[in-house]
């Protein structure tokens, strides 16, 4: 669902601080929102601190958001905690493999297309 972005009520949260934003933003400029935020039935944010801020800065009217019906301030506490701890990172390897398919698909054209979909082949059934 998509909930204007100033009817977001920030409340009592554990983080404060967004913190540097300029990635985030960057991000959400040229993806988008890729996670919604999330929040109550009463529009009280409990996970998304760092996108909503961004949103803001962004200029955005309103930001896809999840609506989750919370008990009580200790489940409110214990998600938003989930949200920024519950991950995690890419290994070296992964991101060796990030920075080789970035590579692979940043060339174009026919014949990279029949280059890539074969290379893409090769990686499923060898588990590359």
């Known amino acids: ?3 204007r972005v100033v009817d977001i009520k920030i409340g009592n949260r554990v983080r404060r601080d967004a913190g ?5 933003v960057e991000s959400m400029r040229r993806l988008g929102l ?3 935020v999330v929040i109550d039935a009463d529009n009280r944010l409990i996970a998304g601190f760092r996108r909503l801020q961004a949103a ?3 200029g955005w009217e309103s930001i896809e958001a999840r609506l989750v019906d919370v008990q ?3 489940e409110r506490i ?3 905690v989930d949200e920024n701890v519950v ?3 890419f290994s070296p390897d992964e991101m060796d493999r990030v920075d080789r398919l970035l590579h692979r ?3 174009s054209g026919i014949f990279w297309r029949l280059v890539n979909w074969f290379l893409d082949l090769l990686d499923r059934i060898f588990g590359r």
């Open 1 to 3: 669902m998509r909930v």
């Open 20 to 24: 540097d934003l300029s990635e985030l």
């Open 34 to 36: 890729l996670q919604p």
């Open 56 to 58: 803001r800065e962004l």
């Open 72 to 74: 009580d301030q200790k």
């Open 78 to 80: 214990l998600m938003e």
């Open 87 to 89: 991950r995690r990172e």
């Open 105 to 107: 698909y940043s060339r």
